[in-house]
């Protein structure tokens, strides 16, 4: 071999083995070491006796979690795969047509796409068991002079994948998992049960030049929360006004949602389905809301003086904006921070369950019963 | 540790490098700092099991040190020594294999099953600890009478994890003298880099599709799912394996060792016999010398021949699991060596393009029984693939789903670099010279290279919707 290409070899080996490390120790700190992931990233392990053993693991742990140009080498990565093969890099997206992601935690967090070709379903034993829980939790309410509706939203796939997402095998738009669970609510109990699909369909039939969810993040945007919201509304007696485009305003440059966050490229993937509503609320409201806390609370000077408790997911932050001039006290707290506890405590006239479609095993075991 | 992780790539491989490099000049402390290394590299996986491997080499070289000393004893000696390494294989590996199987038959808990995690590499390094006895029995190898030295051949990291399983008459020289020179170097690199890429870039684009496939419910699984599955995973199995190779027997080169091939574009046989001839060539060479020729190898008449090669395709598998599907897995390609010697070797060598398809198709299906966690489970899935008449063929929606744009044309590549470039390289001689260690080829590894790097750090992002705790 020549002696030149000798030499290219060892430039190799300098480049790819021995420079990362060595020139991430002077310019490493100027570079965005930005904690893309939502989740803590390992810690340096410490070495001691005791812990030697698990000291390997724990230290690849960190290795991978600190390595030099990480977040670099991962956003050139996905640049790569997103841009010149329109692949997701990361399994749990799936890239649709039109620059559309879509959610795929298959289990992890929900399972989105099984809810669409029905791997998630629920059998009938445990369907008979959430009719039983939430008869119960409904009950229990009526006896406190309390109303109980169960809200459950759908998935962004179950209303834009048949549009936007590669053809599945098995998929049936029109009966998801969400479809399954209120029919069989509907069909078995008197339970008061909000599922806004048909409407939200009605206005995408009706708007045809927006979109009501958004297209890099999981969650409805502005405008679907308003359809969503009015379902509810309409189900407690009370009427919002009709959408109007002329109230509808996009909002242009906005940063890509949490799809395109986990693909590490929400400065690369705008949204392009970022709304804001003109709307006026018939009160003057004010927001009292805990910022430590996941939580809305407001209270108004509406002349409905019932309060409202919302135990709720992320898919209740739209709403907020349109909820709390119809009540006196409007109290939105994350389910994650719900206890039974809390129904006595805040003593609401009105108590909905709110749920997104991929979380509505929730159902099973949502109580309001010590 | 995998030769496959960062830590290996960047902290573990450029510090014994130039370790090594430090030390090329004196070889008796190179070799105690390359066994420094390697034992460090087992316990990194094995934090716990290391003991159990210095206790082999010890035990090993002690009974190598009494059948040098005891001439008159050393047939005994031998026994016991295999017995030995028998055992400890026998009582790690398959123990719950064993206990499982006569509590099925005697239909009742005789032996009650055991928490035994199965050391890495313990095959390999336990076939190699045997090499050296037997060999030393024979006459074929001097005495290692250096410890440090013995242990360095058994644990030596390049090819201690994955093979290939190196016989100690090819090593013991190169134990005591070895260069380390700038062509072994790159030379060696070259190798490694071509064994990463394999592994990281083809081998486990195909595993992604190949486990979504064996994943699925056997009820969903239609005739090409099935026939996909089973090809991918025939790509994924060589890629991987032959990749580690690779990257075992470049590592080597780099620290002045070499290694015999292990792998020969196997998937280019036209008999199931010379598939294994140029499959794990270690493992066959190792059985071939240890157990078929001491049987009588075929100098006993065709039965004796038969029963010999059952006994070793039957060990065969067992050596790769403990688990009934790995036995009938070698079971049925003994089966085919068999029917080779029967009269089929005859017409396979008559009808190339008959022979190439008949050797592809036997060894794709074994791959199924080789893949599947149940014998059932196999034969449910090689149903769909030889009955396709009775199943439901096809459905687009499984497939847009399994691949992309990216996935294919790694796909391509790796049914490409199975045999087909090489033919067109020898083929074209001039072509294959004057690509070989080229500016240009060089330029393609360092592709490899950085696009290796790439997915494994991306294999490091772990991303969630909302943030955990």
Redesign the interface.
Known sequence: MKKSNNALWVVVFCVFFLAPQTFYLFCGKYLDSENYEKRELAEKPRVSLATMAQYPVAFDTYYNDTLPFRTQIIQINSLIDYYGFHESPVSKVICGKDDWLFYNPRGADGDPIGDLTGTSFFTSEELEVMVENLVQTRNHLQTQGREFVIMINPNKESLYGMQYLPELYGADYNYTKADQVVSYLKEHSDLKVVYPKEEIQKAMREFPKYEFYYSTDTHWNALGAYIGTQCLLEELGYEMPHLESENIKHIDSVDGGDLANMMGLSSHIMEKNSYTIDFIADASIKDVSNPVFDEHRFISDSLNNKKLLMIRDSFGNAMAPYIGGYFSETYMPHRGDYSVAMIMEENPDIVVYEVVERYVDNLLTFSTVQ | ?LFS???F???F??IV?LGSLLLRNKTKYQNIFLLVVSLLFY???E??YVLLMLLSITVNWLFGVWIDKLPHYKKYLLVVCIVINLLLLGYFKYYNFLANSINNVLRSEVLSARNIALPIGISFFTFQALSYVIDLYRGNCKVQKNVLNLALYVSFFPQLIAGPIVRYKDIDEQIQCRQMT??R???G??RF?YGLGKKVIISNCCAEIADQLFALNLE?LTVAGAWIAAILYTLQIYYDFSGYSDMAIGLGRIFGFDFLENFNYPYVSRSIHEFWQRWHISLGGWFKEYIYIPLGGNRKGKLRTYFNLCVVFFLTGMWHGASWNFVLWGMYHGFFQIVERLGLEKVLKKYKIFSHLYCLVTVLVGWVLFRVESLSEGLRVIARMILPWRFNFF????L??LF????LLIICFGVLGAGVIQFVGKKIPTLEARWK???VE?LF??MI??YS???L??G??????????
């Open positions: 540790m992780s960062m830590t790539l960047w902290v491989f450029p490098v316990a990194w996986g934090p716990v700038m062509e170097f790159t030379t690199l070259r880099v969903s459905e687009f929606g499984e847009t789903t992309s744009t990216r996935k260690y080229s500016c060089c590894c360092a290279l950085l790097i790439m997915l750090v991306s490091t992002y772990n991303p969630f919707i909302y943030f955990r705790f």
